[in-house]
């Protein structure tokens, strides 16, 4: 069963409107999706941290792309000058170009990156806009709120 009926789940909500685009995203598993290994981290109270594991890349050969909610990793190998001059016997350090992308919650923010020893870590935050926290709203007493038309006289007469 490859696809999946979410209507059900709609009738109540609002605002979903994605929903069914992560469905689909949690039920594809791509070929390559190993590749660089990676753990998610979460620091305190709305602070988080992507840890990729991108041994033999530098800082230059690799570029974090932030673009509506997807947080987009790529590494692309630069040319090495010596390659023709380098014997290898074993070569396990896979160094291969790799696209690795991440879905962030319309709170979530990148706020920055580092690369040290081989890893590469993204830091994210969770900021909540305030049109988006709990607020309060007031219950008012006045009927006479309520708009007063012809037909509502004709029956109170």
Do not use: C, W
Request: no cysteine; net charge negative; glycine share 8%.
């Amino acid at each position: 069963m490859r696809g999946f009926d979410i209507s059900p789940l709609l009738r109540s909500s609002i605002g979903f409107e994605n929903l069914n685009r992560l469905v689909e995203l949690a039920g594809r598993v791509e070929p390559g999706d190993a590749y660089p290994p990676y753990n998610i981290e979460k620091l305190g109270d709305g602070a988080y941290r992507i840890q990729m594991a991108v041994a033999g890349f530098g800082r230059h050969e690799l570029d974090i792309t932030v673009q509506e909610n997807m947080l987009i990793v790529v590494g692309q190998a630069a040319p090495e000058a010596d390659a023709k001059e380098r014997l290898f016997l074993h070569r396990g350090i896979a160094k291969r170009a790799f696209e690795r992308r991440f879905q962030l919650a319309d709170t979530i923010k990148v706020t920055g990156a580092g690369f040290e020893n081989g890893l590469l870590n993204i830091e994210l935050v969770r900021e909540i806009p305030e049109h988006k926290k709990p607020r309060r709203v007031e219950i008012s007493a006045a009927v006479d709120a309520l708009p007063v038309t012809d037909e509502t006289h004709l029956a109170a007469e």
